[in-house]
């Protein structure tokens, strides 16, 4: 991390820590920051919300390797997480993260080369009876088909004005 970098994150977590007077209940949103800015949270970023909370940075590692949405190794601007649990099974979730591996060109648990892609499986969102679920982000999408996972990549492909070829990279 470049020290121009680390003094950004700094502030900014110094700043969300404030707002909770460096209580650990503000641990939460300033990791919550770090994964949403940074697309990952890294051993420096650990040290540096650690140090500000004044907390040893086990404690946020443990909190860190606890909640699936908070990730230590980089991931996509974009996080695709498919449901795997048995009602989404039974839609066939498999057609649609087939299609989502082909579309994209990467397998589950990897990032597009532009890092505009993650994909990964979760466990159920809550919308067993509108499967198969995912989420893209915070937006929940419901009843994808094969044929719509085109489209819903496409959305956010245009709103970065970016483009992905069907292996992944930048056109
Ligand atoms: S089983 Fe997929 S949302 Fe519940």
Redesign the pocket.
Known sequence: MLASEKDQLRHEVTTIAKRYEFHRSGLMPALQHVQRAYHHISPEAMQEVADIFQIHPAEVHGVVSFYSFLSTGRKGRFIIRL???????M?D?KAVAVQLENDLGIKFGETTPDGMFTLEYT??????D????MLVNDEVYTKVTPEAVADIIETYVKKFGAHVTHEGGEK
């Open positions: 449901c795997q649990t048995i009602s989404c099974e839609a979730k466990n159920c969102l809550g919308m067993c509108q499967g198969p679920a």
